[in-house]
Each structure stands twice: as structure tokens, then as C-alpha cells.
């Protein structure tokens, strides 16, 4: 900001200089030493030489001035720098780590059934990523033949990472942790639950 008003006085200085020089002291010059020869060309006393001078040297001076601003303004044009600017963007970023720890969480942490009474890793049923059923039906992933148990009692699903059970409209029914759940309607798991199919009782846990 100095610097610009710092230009902007020298042009003017400049402007004003220029326009005493050429207006005042060279034709005060001239009358005083070409006088004669004037008066004698053009038949005018000294003041109107003096006069006519002037207002060429007014002329030139403006000219001189004009050209000068004309220029200045296209170095500053030339010089002025170029800022790129950028809008604040309404945008919500959303941090990427919970979807990471959750997306880590249902890779590694597997779901698996044992029987109550059961606690070595050979009893473990790992259940996975894909519906689980539990029934008497020969096509079940879990088969428990059994009396009470339906040919397809109960599904075990993994949805957003998260295990549920669902009674899939079951004769005897299917609880978790002793309250009897309503048919076709997920259910989230817990690690620890005790899941009873009928009579039959397992607990769930998570692997890892």
C-alpha cells in the first residue's frame, strides 16, 4: 500500500514538473533571448509570444503527462500479481476411521456357537459372513435332530458388521439370554449371549 501511494506521488511530481518546465521556464527563455527575431517574424509584442508558448508548452505537457500514465498503468498491470482464490466449500468431510475400525472389526472378529457344557476349540460352530440356519432340515448349516427343534427354527445373519437372530417362525420358539424373541425379527448378538433353540442352549462369541 506505501508503495503504491509512493508511485502515485511521483507520477504526480513528475506531471507537475513537467508541465512548470515546458509551460513556464522555457518559453520565459525563449521570449527573453529569441524576442527579436519573433516580433519581427510574426509582428507580436513579447507578451504574446509569451502567452502562445505557453499554451503550446500546456499542450505538450498534458500529452507528455497522459502518455506517462498510460504507461505506468500497463507496468502495474504487467507486475500485479495474480491470486488464485478458492470458496469455502460447505462440504462435510467425514473422517475414514470409524469405517475402517469398523470394517476391520467384521473381518476379523468371527462369530461361533458352542454348546452349553462344551469349552475346547474343536466344539467351536464358526458361523461367518453368510446366513447361518439352525434346524432339523438336512440343508441347515447347523442340523440339530432333536425333538422341538423345526426344520428351519432360526437364521443367524451378519448386517453392517453386526451379528443378529431371527426365529424364523419356529413350533418351540427360540430365546436369547432366557427372553423369547418375536418371529422374524433380527435380533443384534452380544458376545456371551446364551441362545436356546427350543431346548437345545448355545452360547455366541466373538473370535479375536
Request: a positive charge.
Amino acid at each position: 500500500m506505501v508503495k503504491k501511494y509512493k508511485n502515485n506521488w511521483i507520477s504526480y511530481l513528475t506531471g507537475i514538473g513537467t508541465m512548470l518546465f515546458v509551460c513556464v521556464i522555457i518559453p520565459f527563455i525563449l521570449v527573453k533571448c529569441k524576442v527579436k527575431l519573433f516580433t519581427h517574424v510574426i509582428k507580436i509584442q513579447e507578451w504574446g509570444v509569451f502567452a502562445l508558448l505557453f499554451l503550446i508548452g500546456v499542450f505538450l505537457s498534458c500529452m507528455l503527462h497522459f502518455a506517462y500514465m498510460v504507461y505506468e498503468k500497463k507496468e502495474k498491470v504487467k507486475e500485479e500479481p495474480v491470486f488464485e482464490t478458492y470458496e469455502e466449500s460447505n462440504t462435510k468431510v467425514e473422517t475414514v476411521q470409524p469405517l475402517v475400525s469398523q470394517v476391520a472389526n467384521s473381518v476379523y472378529q468371527r462369530g461361533y456357537l458352542i454348546l452349553q457344557g462344551k469349552g475346547g476349540l474343536s466344539d467351536r460352530i464358526y458361523i461367518g459372513n453368510n446366513d447361518f440356519y439352525i434346524g432339523r432340515d438336512i440343508n441347515v448349516d447347523l442340523q440339530l435332530n432333536t425333538g422341538g427343534i423345526s426344520k428351519k427354527h432360526a437364521l443367524i445373519s451378519k448386517k453392517n458388521g453386526t451379528y443378529c437372530i431371527m426365529d424364523t417362525n419356529s413350533t418351540n420358539g427360540t430365546k436369547v439370554n432366557q427372553k423369547q424373541l418375536q418371529p422374524l425379527t433380527d435380533y443384534s448378538l452380544q458376545s456371551g449371549d446364551l441362545i436356546t433353540f427350543a431346548t437345545i442352549k448355545y452360547y455366541f462369541y466373538f473370535e479375536g
